[in-house]
């Protein structure tokens, strides 16, 4: 399936919208399998098109502020130590919010005020360095300042600041004996993000979906922490962040939920028994979806049918019925 097919169909459910009258909720797009409906709710809601899957469209822990959070929970645990990936994967991420360019200049700003000092450390070096706020290594100039991203005076180096400080206040909270939840409500209270997803959530459009779908899972990501803390008080914070990532299957309900006025996307099973007026069959392909494989012959059960009743038992005309 590609984004051409994307937008044939787009063309279909605006039709019906427009000439027609028929609300969103009243549609579906129904797909050969639940690995096509990610993608196809994305491509729709990128055409601006709301669509919305049958029950939970991801888990939480694949969401980008969980996958953050989690990160910088890490990170202050001493569970991972920080290195290059995981130090631009923090400022890159919800938590940093920093583009690719802001990082490559944040970099770039590191290694001149290295230069400056006379000292040799490179560019991903320099970014951990700033991060942990460590002091320059022996090897290093003997007068060569502590690089840090507070000495970088621009909005990526305030922002990576931020990230830097807010992971080193959890780490002496973790010395203090902080709980998962108040290292997790920490971690994100001082993220600024509940305002900035809160006020895009409350809009309309790609956005404000985008916004909902972090927030719903950052709340379950909060309730999580919750229950271990009063089902385990005296577990260590890494125990949840172990249980958290060996759980296959999320405690929420999978019951189907409420979508609005969206185009529900969906494989067949999940629409059993639901009824819409308009239905879109995406990725129809001759042979492969709708799937022509005869069922129950491993007894031979169609062939004994067709004997009884007198019919022809090709296979050939089995498949095209």
């Known amino acids: 399936r590609s984004l051409v097919e994307s937008g044939e169909v787009l063309v279909r459910l605006r039709e019906r919208r427009v000439r027609a009258g028929v609300p969103w909720s009243s549609m579906a797009v129904v797909v050969r399998s639940g690995g096509s409906v990610t993608q196809l709710i994305r491509e729709l809601r990128g055409l601006d098109v709301p669509a919305a899957a049958a029950g939970v469209l991801e888990s939480p822990r694949d969401a980008a502020g969980v996958r953050a959070l989690v990160l910088a929970l890490e990170t202050a645990l001493g569970r991972r130590s920080p290195d290059p990936e995981s130090v631009s994967e923090l400022l890159g991420g919800p938590l940093g919010r920093l ?6 200049r944040l970099r770039a700003g590191l ?55 807010s992971v080193h206040v959890a780490a002496e909270s973790v010395g203090s004996g902080a709980s998962i939840e108040d290292l997790v409500w920490g ?22 979906d985008e916004a909902n779908r972090h927030l719903d899972a950052v709340v ?28 296959s299957v999320q405690e929420d309900s999978l019951a189907l939920r409420g979508r609005g006025d969206a185009v529900l996307v969906a494989t067949p099973s999940a629409l059993i028994g639901r009824e819409f007026d308009t239905v879109v069959i995406a990725g129809l392909q001759d042979g492969t979806w709708p799937n022509p494989r005869i069922r129950g012959s491993l007894l031979g059960v169609p062939d004994l049918v067709d004997l009884l009743d007198g019919r022809s038992s090709a296979i050939a005309d089995r498949r095209r019925e």
């Open 187 to 208: 971690l994100w209270d001082r993220s600024g993000l509940a305002s900035l997803w809160g006020e895009q959530a409350a809009g309309s459009g790609m956005v404000a």
């Open 99 to 104: 583009d690719a360019v802001a990082i490559r």
């Open 220 to 247: 379950a990501f909060f309730a999580a922490a919750k229950r271990f803390a009063e089902r385990r008080p005296d577990a260590a914070p890494g125990q949840f962040l172990d249980a958290w990532r060996s759980t």
């Open 111 to 165: 290694r001149q005020e290295e230069l400056a000092a006379g000292g040799d450390r490179g560019a991903g070096q320099l970014l951990v360095d700033a991060f942990e706020g460590a002091a320059a290594p022996e090897e290093s100039s003997a007068d060569a300042p502590s690089i840090a991203f507070a000495g970088i005076d621009t909005p990526a180096g305030r922002r990576a600041h931020r990230v830097s400080a």
